[in-house]
């Protein structure tokens, strides 16, 4: 043996499988060195021969002749065996109790997929035992200190076997746009939030026997004893965040899956934390969701329309309506474009709403594939009516924040409209305006490529997206929407009202038309009207509507326009 190998730690690996055993080795032999016994006879042998030189045992617990639980009891019954640390691997994780029982320190399970979570608690358990506390940079967030994501899912898993009496919250917590923070105040501002709040859930953590760890970029978990107050708890953490940012306030978002059931996987209790969470994404009244069974029923539902979609686009249960948009400057009203709005006519549970499930699909991506089928339609349908009404006017289709990120896009909706002997001028973009704040540079890049292939692109919900006035001027737009929220309250003279004045100049200085959406009533029409708005899209004039309702609006509108030449020639 040379002298490098006799001066690292000894392991004991006692495993009955070849493929197991090198796996083991594989992950210990570059700092220990590993002995090996291939039975509990060979084990207990080695054990006796090396007992004063053995700085860990690896134990399976299946094996012939003499098994895991056995070799337990040996080393348990025997003084100074009972010092070595011992690490049961195993694929039952109903024994685990029964080993702490006999003096296992820890547990890996079969089969062992992460190799670096074992070397950590190969480790640990030696470090342990010799009374040190390393801390390992795998192990641990390199910014905050925190467990990251897999440790802190195995340690509090690890914590549950020692304590299982314990009832236990999971926790997720959230910083609301933190983006923002990271664009306006810098990368130093964001980072010294995300230690700030590190540093206090690590004491919470700690005062109170939890667990604490950090998941993704913004996103922290902690698993803690059930009976916390938890508006003090996320008061004392947001605390003095302000101070790190020139005042500018912080939105704390915390999920809350109380009592947690312990059959489900640690993973498990974290995402239903985590749907809490997300439950009040975007909103700046509610900090704090706890996991009910209304939840429980919405994720089910979730998981049913995730299920569903494939078929739903195969089979056209996604059917498309057209909301008119009316040009309102002129001696009449008239049919200016529409909107085309998905609904889904699902089999068993009838007509479902976009709120249903575009923001579901949002977030696992799938609403690409629907977007895509929608446009097709879409264009499809322009097309006929192109033939069958002589159609003139272009109809928008939604572009999700979603869609701006798939690879080609502009290359994608060209394919679209051209499979469909349509020109890019018959289809408009709509697209968020939250989508530019996210993403700026991105975005502004495809849009410019959509531009150029001829497609109009509206920035809806204007005003809802935090952009500042220096970067609308710099934007690729042709048509602000003017999102519904500010039409809802204008009264003659009154804030809202000025609000869209205000914003009827940012328009008129871009030189881009604007469109008020969610018109009901007449008095917000004349108000519009007054200001300038030039186009109009809501209940005042329509609902959406499905195609053939549609058809008569183009009917009529044709009619009025054959009606109007005709009076002009009969002027001549
Ligand atoms: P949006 O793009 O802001 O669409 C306008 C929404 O306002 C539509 O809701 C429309 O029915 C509703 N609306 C129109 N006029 C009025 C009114 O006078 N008063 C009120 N209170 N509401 C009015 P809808 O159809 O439920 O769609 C909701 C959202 O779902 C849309 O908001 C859009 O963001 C999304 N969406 C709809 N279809 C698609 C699609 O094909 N793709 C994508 N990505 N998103 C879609
Ligand atoms: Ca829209
Ligand atoms: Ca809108």
């Not at 709040?197 to 919470?204: C, L, M, N, P, Y």
């Not at 579901?360 to 009404?389: A, P, R, T």
Request: aromatic letters at 8%; a negative charge.
């Amino acid at each position: 043996m040379d002298e490098q190998l006799s001066l690292k730690r000894r392991i004991l690996l006692v495993e009955d499988e070849p493929i197991n055993r090198k796996i083991l080795e594989n992950i210990i032999n570059h700092d220990y060195e590993a002995i090996v016994a291939r039975d509990g006879v060979e084990a207990i042998e080695l054990i006796r021969e090396h007992s004063d030189k053995l700085s860990l045992v690896l134990l399976d617990l299946m094996m012939p002749d003499m098994n895991g639980f056995e070799v337990l009891q040996f080393m348990k019954d025997d003084k100074v065996l009972k010092q070595i640390p011992i690490i049961v691997c195993t694929a039952e994780k109903d024994c685990e109790v029964k080993c702490f029982q006999l003096g296992a320190a820890d547990f890996i399970t079969k089969p062992y997929t992460h190799p670096a979570v074992i070397k950590a608690r190969i480790d640990r358990a030696i470090e342990y035992r010799e009374g040190r506390g390393l801390i390992h940079a795998t192990q641990n967030d390199s910014l905050t200190g925190l467990l990251t994501h897999d440790f802190f899912m195995e340690y509090s898993h690890f914590r549950d076997l020692h304590y299982n009496n314990n009832n236990m919250d999971a926790i997720v917590l959230n910083i609301n746009r933190f983006h923002l923070i990271n664009e306006l105040q810098g990368r130093r501002a964001g980072d010294d939030v995300l230690i700030k709040i590190a540093d206090s859930i690590k004491r919470i953590a700690k005062e109170n026997g939890g667990i604490a760890g950090r998941g993704g970029a913004d996103e922290f978990m902690i698993y803690l004893p059930s009976g916390m107050e938890y508006n003090n708890l996320l008061k004392d953490i947001g605390s003095g965040l302000e101070d790190l940012l020139n005042n500018s306030r912080v939105y704390l978002r915390m999920g809350i899956y109380k009592n947690v059931n312990k059959e489900l996987s640690v993973e498990h209790r974290f995402d239903k934390a985590r749907t809490a969470c997300n439950s009040i994404r975007g909103s700046y009244n509610t900090h704090m969701a706890v996991y009910d069974e209304e939840m429980h029923e919405k994720e089910t539902l979730n998981e049913r329309l995730i299920n569903d979609m494939v078929a739903g686009i195969k089979d056209h249960q996604f059917k498309i309506f057209y909301q008119p948009k009316y040009a309102i400057q002129g001696e009449r009203d008239s049919l200016y474009s529409a909107e085309a709005l998905v609904r889904w006519e699902h089999p068993e549970l009838g007509l479902l709403r976009p709120d249903t499930f575009i923001p579901l699909f949002e977030d696992n991506g799938l609403i690409h594939k629907l977007d895509h089928y929608v446009w097709d339609e879409v264009s499809k349908q322009i097309g006929e009516w192109m033939v069958k009404y002589d159609l003139k006017i272009p109809v928008s289709v939604n572009v999700s924040r979603v869609d701006i990120g798939a690879p080609n896009l502009e290359e994608e909706i060209f394919t679209v409209v051209q499979n469909n002997w349509i020109s890019p001028g018959m289809l408009n973009l709509e697209i968020t305006e939250s989508a530019y704040t996210e993403n700026s540079e991105q975005i502004i890049n495809v849009v410019k490529g959509l531009r150029d292939r001829g497609f109009a692109i509206e920035m809806d919900d204007f005003g809802t997206g935090y952009s500042s006035l220096n970067m609308i001027t710099s934007l690729p737009i042709d048509i602000l929407k003017l999102d519904m929220q500010f039409v809802k309250n204008i009264k003659e003279g009154n804030k809202e009202m000025k609000m869209v004045e205000l914003m009827m100049d940012v328009a008129r200085s871009l030189k881009v038309k604007v469109v008020a959406e969610g018109v009901e009533t007449k008095e917000q029409y004349d108000l519009l009207k007054k200001a300038g708005c030039d186009v109009i899209q809501g209940f005042y004039f329509s609902m959406p509507c499905a195609t053939g309702e549609f058809e008569k609006l183009i009917e009529k509108e044709n009619k009025e326009l054959e009606d109007e030449v005709n009076a002009a020639l009969a002027a001549m």
